[in-house]
């Protein structure tokens, strides 16, 4: 598979995920909107390593890890000196940042603090709202490619 292909195959998932979330709102599951929007996140970083670093993404859910990996590449330098990216950078990390909290809090160490793990509307709405605005915004980094609705086996 052509490192094309797989960066589409990234992208299918992250809109996949998108997608899935307005299913989610209809049904009022705030704790797996904010989840997928995270996944979404992450699907798109995936996408965004593999073109930029030709190589397979790290099995890692730690958004901020690839962006970092991402940014400092040579294949992005002269995107990560551009003003169009450094306007919103530290934004960006910041968000990945609080995204990574409720990934984090599926993991056995949030059992003490299980009441935390449910968000209400607004955080997940807000937290929908700002993913899908990164994830559109990274991809103006990035190759223009034709994105199927579903994945196909």
């Given at each position: 598979m052509k490192t094309i292909e797989k960066y589409t195959y990234w992208l299918m998932l992250s809109n996949y995920d998108l997608e899935t979330i307005?299913?989610?709102?209809?049904?009022?599951?705030?704790?797996?909107?904010?989840?997928?929007s995270q996944q979404a996140i992450e699907r798109q970083?995936?996408?965004?390593?593999?073109?930029?670093?030709?190589?397979?993404?790290?099995?890692?859910h730690n958004v901020t890890f690839l962006f970092?990996?991402?940014?400092?590449?040579?294949?992005f330098e002269?995107?990560?000196?551009?003003?169009?990216?450094q306007e919103?950078?530290?934004?960006?990390?910041?968000?990945?940042?609080?995204?990574m909290?409720?990934?984090?809090?599926?993991y056995p160490f949030s059992y003490k603090n299980i009441t935390s793990r449910f968000v209400g509307e607004s955080v997940a709405l807000d937290l929908y709202a700002k993913s899908k605005d990164f994830v559109y915004?990274?991809?103006?980094?990035?190759?223009?490619v034709e994105i199927p609705a579903e994945p196909t086996t």
């Open positions: 307005d299913t989610l709102i209809a049904g009022k599951r705030w704790v797996y909107v904010t989840y997928l970083l995936k996408g965004m390593y593999v073109y930029y670093m030709d190589a397979e993404a790290p099995k890692t970092n990996k991402i940014i400092k590449s040579p294949a002269s995107i990560a000196k551009s003003p169009e990216f919103r950078r530290d934004e960006c990390e910041d968000f990945l940042v609080d995204a909290f409720y990934y984090m809090s599926d915004w990274l991809r103006t980094f990035q190759p223009q």
